[in-house]
């Protein structure tokens, strides 16, 4: 399948996730782009068979739990846009923030605003970094959420 990664990150940790979910996924044949989601033009969405999200948890004007601004900026050029296709999200936060992963549930929600539908469970990382078995949780789920 034609698979299109798009992320976002602060301190690198969801590009390296980003990678690691790309790198499965070609060992599984697929065909993979990786991209910041700045990168990404909206229109070209339609190109890809299935489209993953990665995206940190942050603050934005006031609001916690909430996508990378560069997410929230993609959510802004996508309003009124349909793209019913497949998609799948991860997530990278911090267990000692009142919304773990909170970006994950904005991102879930924004995906059926514009008449997509989620292939599998999202992935909510908890201390990327510091935390052990984490790149192997990362990895695991890339094997399984396409099928
Ligand atoms: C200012 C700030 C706000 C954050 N807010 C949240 C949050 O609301 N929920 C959460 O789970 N993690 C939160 N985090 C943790 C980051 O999402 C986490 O460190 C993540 O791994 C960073 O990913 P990155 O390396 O791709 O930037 C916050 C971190 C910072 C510095």
């Known amino acids: 399948m034609n698979i299109l990664v798009a992320y976002a990150t602060n301190s690198g940790g969801t590009a390296e996730a980003a990678q690691i979910v790309t790198d499965t996924l070609t060992t599984q044949s697929h065909t ?21 999200f990665g995206s ?3 603050d934005y004007k006031d609001q916690e739990g909430v996508p ?10 996508m309003k ?3 793209m019913s296709k497949p998609f799948a999200i ?3 936060g911090d267990r000692s ?3 773990f992963c909170g970006a994950v549930e904005h991102l879930e929600a924004f995906v059926k605003t514009i ?6 469970p999202s992935l909510r990382i908890d201390g990327f970094y ?4 984490n790149r192997e949780t990362v990895q695991k789920w890339a094997q399984q959420i396409i099928r």
């Open 32 to 52: 993979v782009t990786l991209k910041r989601i700045t990168d990404v033009n909206p229109d070209a969405l339609s190109t890809f068979d299935v489209i993953l």
């Open 90 to 92: 991860f997530g990278l």
């Open 80 to 82: 009124g846009k349909t």
């Open 56 to 58: 940190p948890s942050w």
């Open 68 to 77: 990378h601004e560069d997410f929230i900026a993609f959510m802004e050029k």
């Open 115 to 120: 008449g997509g539908t989620l292939v599998g």
């Open 130 to 133: 510091t935390k052990p078995g």
């Open 97 to 99: 923030y009142p919304h």
